[in-house]
Structures are given as C-alpha cells and as structure tokens.
C-alpha cells in the first residue's frame, strides 16, 4: 500500500470502505487506523461513514471517570478563579430552566448521568432522532429533495456508550499522531466529544451530507445540498451549530453538516443575529 499520504482523497474513501476500522473526525466516523498518520485524516476530515452502530440496544458499564468532562457541581460550588473575570455570567435564570428544545450541551455543559434515552423515532436508514424533532426533521429532508438537493442522515442520537466508543477512538488516533495525556483528550474533544457533551446524545442533532459527497470536511460547505440547508434549516428548527469563526466559543471545530434542532423561533432569532448558540443564550437569558 502507498504512503496515506501519497493517497488521494478519492483513494482514501475507498481504503476507509475496505478497512472498516473506524476514526473520528468532528463528530462523524471517518478513516481508518491503518490510515492514522496522514494529516488528511487528522484535520481535514475524510469520508463520512454512518455510524456503524448507531442505536445500541443497551448501555455499557459505567465509563471510566478519567473519559468524561466535570460536570456542573463543580461551577455550582465556586466558578474557577481564572473564569470569574472573564465569564462575568449575567445572574441569569440558570440554563436548567430552559425548555427542552433549547438545552445547552456542550464540554463545560454536560448532561447529567442519569440523562434518560429520550423517546426516539426512527429517520432515516436506523437513524433515530428525539421523537419531539421528527417530523421537522423529515420536513426539512422532503423540503431539500423538492428543491432538488440530495441531503442524507450519517449520524443521528447516540447512546452515552457509543459517544464513548467514538471519543476514545479519537484520542487513540491523537496518541498516534504523537500527543500525549492531556494534550490528546483536548485535541480529540475538539472533534469529538467526550461522553455526555455531545448533542447527539440528546436526540436533538443530526449530522447530514450531501448524497454526491459524503464527506465530512470542510469541501462539505460547498455543495449545493449544505448550501440548501445552511440557508433554509432554520424555518424547519435548526442551526448550523459549530459555525466556522465560532470554534473559540463553542470549543468544536468548524462542522459545515451538524444541525442542531432549537425550534423555528429560536431558530430564526439565531439564523438572523449570527450568534452561535452558546453566544445567543448568553443574551436570551440575559434579557
Ligand atoms: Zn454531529
């Protein structure tokens, strides 16, 4: 076998179909680890293969707690010292008040262990999402095939066990890239997160490509069925959710394919304030 890095692109789709082994990128499931050394494969992003595995039937034991973020008992007791000046958080209403739809998942807003499996419903191909965002869902699919673009389901709810699954298999993949304990887990977590700050373990996200590209890099902005949805997801509930220039806030890397469902009106307020969502949060509960 060539060098990965004397592959092309197109080579390395067919290798990733081959191997089977699955990396991560973002919060899809790409490469191959027979493939780990090529800096394609590290940043830029690669094919983006269905969760191979998406809807476990059941959970796993108990993770390690060394694989998972703080969780909010923490801050609750004292913010750090190094955030007081900077967080400066409005006293707001906590974000626990929030409706479901507007849920704040992220590394430094897990979800709580006993999160429950929320009620799903089946979408596309064994993607299952929260059942409450189906049918907006199915609505913004059917929406984009009328307008000619070929949008498809790659990734959908996640159990905590399979979340688990793919951010340790990412922070494998930093160890192979040469990083080392902590340094691994925060490169890794810019991509994937750690278990119980993902969305896609809410039901609430789904991942979608384009059917001609089903990659997940940043080429993925340029096709026409992203470029459909970027511009009409909001009637139908959804955000874009980790925008290019949002990564500093939003701690993931750009992912021009996960849509987030908040509902048409907080949708709509996003799409046409140019937050991201931890950004307009900030302000919405503020006000
Ligand atoms: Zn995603």
């Known amino acids: 076998m060539k060098h990965p890095s004397a592959l092309t692109r197109r080579e390395l789709v067919a290798l990733v179909g081959v191997a089977g082994t699955a990396l991560i990128l973002g ?10 050394h090529s800096a394609l494969l590290s940043r830029t992003g690669d094919t983006a293969q269905p969760d191979p595995n998406p809807n476990p039937s059941s959970e796993g034991p108990a993770a390690s707690a060394s694989d998972e973020v703080p969780h909010l008992a923490t801050t609750k007791t004292g913010e750090p010292e190094e955030t007081l000046e900077e ?27 006993d999160f ?25 699919l059917k929406a984009g095939e009328e307008a000619g673009r070929r949008p498809v389901v790659c990734s959908a709810y996640r159990s905590h066990k399979r979340q688990r699954e793919l951010y340790r298999a990412r922070v494998r993949q930093s160890k192979e890239e040469g990083k080392s304990g902590q340094e691994a887990k925060d490169d890794a977590a810019f991509w994937v997160a750690p278990p119980y700050a993902s969305e896609h373990e809410t ?30 997801c909001a009637k139908y509930g ?46 919405h509960l503020a006000s």
């Open 203 to 232: 039901g609430l996200a789904v991942d979608l490509v384009d059917a001609s590209y089903q990659e997940l890099d940043e080429k993925q902005e340029t096709t026409a069925t992203q470029r459909w949805l970027m511009k009409h």
């Open 116 to 140: 429950p499996t929320p009620e799903l419903k089946d979408v596309a191909d064994g993607y299952a999402v929260d059942e409450r965002i189906h049918d907006d869902l199915v609505a913004l």
């Open 87 to 113: 967080s400066a958080a409005p006293s707001e209403p906590s974000l626990d008040d929030l409706p479901w739809n507007l849920r704040l998942v992220n590394k430094e807003h897990p979800l709580a262990k």
């Open 27 to 36: 919060e899809g499931v790409i490469g191959t680890e027979a493939l780990n």
């Open 238 to 283: 959804f955000i874009l959710r980790y925008p290019t220039d949002k990564s500093d806030i939003t701690g993931i890397g750009y992912e021009p394919w996960h849509y987030r469902y908040v509902g048409k009106e907080a949708a709509s307020d996003i799409a046409e304030s140019g937050l991201c969502f931890e950004e307009w949060l900030d302000q």
